[in-house]
């Protein structure tokens, strides 16, 4: 019976010395894997953090070129605008001198006085134009001021060029019926000589 026993001590001792080794084994299986998954993770989280740096360089880089591209275009614009104004003044005081010239030279006719009329109503429709063009100037300048505030309004940004691309066409428009009352002043000033 004590060799039973004995037996059987030895056979629980072999199991547990078994038992703790498979512990052992598979504890240092788990460590081995949780230390391969921590080092994947680890590995994982520098590249997204990397692709997130990368990514936010690219965004900035975008939003400088936009910034670049929106100065760029606005200085063209304010330029334009100033020309254009330029040159309607311009318009406006040749108009003055013609229409000046025209007077002294057809007072026999009848017809240089409905012209004068007709000129007139021009140059203020010009002139009123001016006037719009310079609104249209402080529009922009207020734009260039929200812009630089950072506080952009694209939705009002996009109807007010809309609205200054409309009076551009009327501008035109203007810029037309001017070039006939020119044809029709010089045919008339033809006639009187």
Do not use: C
Request: aromatic share 6%.
């Amino acid at each position: 019976m004590q060799q039973r026993i004995n037996d059987l001590n030895a056979k629980v001792q072999s199991a547990e010395e078994e038992f703790s080794a498979q512990v052992r084994s598979v504890t240092d299986n788990f460590t081995r894997d949780a230390e391969q998954l921590t080092n994947e993770l680890d590995k994982r989280i520098n590249n997204a953090t990397g692709e997130a740096s990368h990514s936010l360089d690219n965004i900035r880089e975008l939003v400088h070129g936009l910034r670049s591209e929106v100065e760029e275009t606005q200085h063209d614009l304010f330029e334009k605008i100033r020309r254009d104004s330029d040159q309607l003044t311009a318009t406006v005081e040749e108009i003055d001198k013609r229409q000046n010239a025209f007077i002294t030279q057809t007072r026999v006719f009848d017809r240089a006085d409905e012209l004068k009329a007709d000129l007139e109503q021009n140059i203020e429709k010009l002139k009123a134009e001016v006037t719009r063009f310079e609104i249209y100037r402080n529009t922009m300048d207020d734009l260039n001021l929200k812009y630089e505030k950072g506080n952009p309004s694209r939705r009002g940004s996009n109807t007010k060029i809309a609205r200054f691309m409309g009076e551009r066409k009327n501008i035109e428009i203007l810029e037309n019926d001017f070039a006939k009352l020119t044809v029709l002043s010089e045919s008339m000033d033809k006639k009187t000589r």
